[in-house]
């Protein structure tokens, strides 16, 4: 294979990965199915990419990249209040998640468990750092409570995050992995809001 011709195939690899990701999931993907539609011969994409296993890292990499890429313009983004950066920051995650196909968690789960393990550690990373700075920004217009320790709720979240993206657990409760961090998302930020009236919010 030329090498301008590997270059060709190389950039066109991620982006049509991407697309037959999202339209037939993770164990629908297949090297002969993306070789095709790419209209090189597998052996042309196994010079460029090793396995289907690396495909799907080299994707979950550009996806987090990308994601890295869009919290980072919504936290320096200047001239918007925290409820706005709040909804913006959650929306960003959330478009990245919805992108991906219902099921994508739970093959990763099951098929790669070492790219599972990398995922875990990029959120024990990205999260902290991300929503760190979320929380400093709300608690600088007086709109997170004071009391709120943000490298104990990073936790709590990362914590669930982990535990809720499981394949079980998403199974059981039949949400797509977008709509299982919203609620995530809903609960604890709900929790750590402040009120206008505080002796009308409920006591333990």
Not at 105 to 127: G, K, N, S, V
Not at 131 to 160: N, Q, T, Y
Not at 162 to 187: G, I, K, S, Y
Request: glycine share 8%; proline share 5%; aromatic share 6%.
């Amino acid at each position: 294979m030329t090498s301008t011709r590997q270059a060709e195939t190389r950039a066109r690899l991620l982006p049509r990965a991407t697309e037959l990701l999202r339209q037939h999931g993770c164990r629908g993907l297949t090297m002969e199915a993306l070789a095709r539609d790419l209209g090189v011969s597998k052996k042309t994409l196994y010079g460029v990419v090793p396995s289907k296993e690396a495909l799907v890292e080299a994707m979950v990499r550009r996806i987090v990249s990308e994601l890295r890429s869009g919290l980072e313009g919504v936290l320096e983004a200047p001239g918007i209040d925290y409820a706005r950066r709040k909804e913006e920051f959650f929306a960003t995650v959330f478009g990245a998640l919805g992108g991906l196909p219902p099921r994508v968690f739970q093959d990763i789960e099951r098929d790669y468990p070492r790219l599972l393990q990398w995922i875990e550690a990029i959120r024990a990373e990205l999260l902290p750092t991300m929503l760190g700075r979320l929380l400093a920004l709300g608690a600088a217009e007086g709109r997170v409570r004071a009391d709120v320790d943000p490298a104990f709720f990073c936790s709590v979240f990362l914590a669930g995050a982990n535990a809720l993206m499981r394949a079980e657990t998403l199974d059981r409760f039949r949400l797509h992995p977008a709509e299982m961090a919203a609620r995530l998302a809903q609960l604890l930020f709900d929790g750590i809001a402040t009120h206008p009236n505080p002796s009308r919010r409920v006591r333990a």
